[in-house]
C-alpha cells in the first residue's frame, strides 16, 4: 500500500477484485481505506519549536497539515514545504475552511491578541505556543473569547504532564510533605550562549515581539508548574537581568523569582538562557518530607510513604501524560483526554509574568494584576 491514510486506484481495484473472488482481505486494509484524514492549519510559523511539530504531524498517520499562513511569505513557504501543504495569503481562508479541524498558532507571541480570538470565532479547536499573551488584559481578552466559543485549547506547559510532576502533586495534596517550607524550579539552557536566537528565531529576543527575553521564556514553564502545585498567588518579586549583553540592553537573560502563595507556601524559580548546566530542576521541603528531581530522576523522603527514604530513585510513578501538542492532535482526531491547559489558566501565568517583570524594575513586592 502506498499509505496508511488512502488507498490508490490501482490498490481499490485489486483489494475488489479479491473480495469478490472469495479471496481474504486483511481487516486492516479496510480500517486504512476507511480511516479519515484530519486536516489542520499552521496559522504563523515563527516559533522556535515549529519546525519540530511540522515533522511530528508528517510523520503522524491520519494527520494532514492543509494550509499554512504567515505574515512573512518566505517563512510561511518554508513551513509549508516541510507537510506539501498550500500557502494561504489571506486568513479567511483557513478560518472559514470547514475542513480543517483545528490550527496550530505558533506566531510571534504579539500576534496572539488577533489570532487566537479570531481563531475562536471560527469555532476552530487550537493548540498555541505558550505563553498566551504578553499583556494581562489580551491574555485576559484571549480566555474569554476561547471560553465562550467551547472550543477545544490547550498550550505548551509540557511540564505538569511529566510523570514525577504528577506524583508531586498528588504528594502535595495529601500531605506528605507536611508544612512545606521551600520549593525551587529551574528552567535554564545556554540558548544564549549557543546562538539559537541568531537567525530566523531572532525575534524571540526582541522583547516588543515576544513579551520577553530568557527569563519570560524559559520561566513561564516552571511558573505554571508551581501554580499547578500550590494554587493562586498573593505576591511576587523578581531580580532580572542581562548576562551577554548581545540581545540588547531591553532583551533580559537570565533572572530569579520569590511567589508568595495564598496557601502560606514560598517558592522561587530560576530561568535564562546563559546556564551551562542545569542538574536539579525541582526540589520540594517540607518538616515531613523532601523531594528533588536531579537530571531527570526523583529522589523523595517522607515518613508517611512508605519505601521513601530518598536515597534511591522514585519508580513509584504515574505515567507522563502526551506532550500539549499530541494532546491537541488527539483531540482533534476525536481522542480527547486529560491533560489540556484551561485558557484561564494560561491568562493568570501571564499575568503573574507581566508583574514579576514590573517588580523586577520596581524592586518591590507586588499582587499579580
Not at 499547578?228 to 532580572?240: N, Y
Request: aromatic residues 8%; proline residues 4%.
Amino acid at each position: 500500500m502506498n499509505s496508511t491514510a488512502e488507498f490508490t486506484r490501482r490498490d481499490f481495484v485489486r483489494t475488489l477484485a479479491a473480495a469478490t473472488a472469495g479471496a481474504a482481505v486483511m481487516p486492516e486494509a479496510f480500517a486504512q481505506a476507511a480511516a479519515p484524514v484530519v486536516s489542520l492549519a499552521l496559522v504563523g510559523g515563527a516559533h522556535i519549536h515549529a519546525p519540530g511539530y511540522l515533522e511530528h504531524i508528517k510523520t503522524t498517520p491520519g494527520l494532514k497539515l492543509k494550509s499554512v499562513w504567515d505574515p512573512d511569505e518566505q517563512r510561511a513557504a518554508k513551513r509549508a514545504e516541510i507537510c506539501g501543504s498550500q500557502v494561504v495569503k489571506n486568513l479567511d481562508d483557513i478560518w472559514g475552511d470547514r475542513d480543517i479541524a483545528g490550527v496550530i498558532i505558533c506566531s510571534e507571541t504579539n500576534r496572539h491578541s488577533v489570532l487566537v480570538p479570531a481563531a475562536a470565532a471560527a469555532k476552530k479547536p487550537m493548540f498555541v505556543e505558550k505563553p498566551l499573551g504578553i499583556a494581562t488584559a489580551d491574555a485576559r481578552a484571549m480566555a474569554e473569547a476561547i471560553e465562550k466559543s467551547g472550543v477545544w485549547f490547550t498550550t505548551g506547559y509540557y511540564q505538569r504532564g511529566i510523570g514525577a510532576h504528577r506524583f508531586l502533586k498528588e504528594q502535595i495534596a495529601k500531605g506528605s510533605f507536611g508544612k512545606i517550607t521551600r520549593a525551587r524550579c529551574s528552567n535554564c539552557h545556554d540558548g544564549a550562549l549557543a546562538g539559537i536566537f541568531d537567525g530566523e528565531f531572532r525575534w524571540m529576543a526582541d522583547v516588543k515581539q515576544s513579551g520577553g527575553g530568557g527569563f519570560g521564556d524559559l520561566g513561564t514553564h516552571v511558573l505554571d508548574l508551581l501554580m499547578w502545585f500550590f494554587g493562586d498567588l498573593d505576591s511576587v518579586t523578581a531580580d532580572i537581568k542581562g548576562v551577554s549583553g548581545k540581545y540588547g540592553a531591553d532583551c533580559d537573560e537570565s533572572g530569579e523569582a520569590m511567589l508568595r502563595f495564598k496557601n502560606g507556601v514560598t517558592a522561587s524559580f530560576a530561568a535564562g538562557w546563559v546556564d551551562v548546566e542545569n542538574p536539579v530542576t525541582t526540589l520540594i521541603s517540607g518538616t515531613e518530607g523532601h523531594a528533588m528531581i536531579y537530571r531527570g530522576q526523583l529522589f523523595f523522603k517522607s515518613a508517611k510513604v512508605e519505601g521513601a527514604d530518598g536515597m534511591r530513585a522514585w519508580k513509584k510513578l504515574p505515567e507522563s501524560l502526551p506532550s500539549p501538542l499530541d494532546q491537541f492532535l488527539e483531540a482533534v482526531s476525536g481522542k480527547a483526554g486529560p491533560g489540556a491547559v484551561p485558557a484561564r489558566e494560561a491568562a493568570a501565568r501571564v499575568g503573574a509574568m507581566e508583574t514579576l517583570y514590573r517588580a523586577a524594575r520596581e524592586h518591590a513586592w507586588l499582587a499579580p494584576a
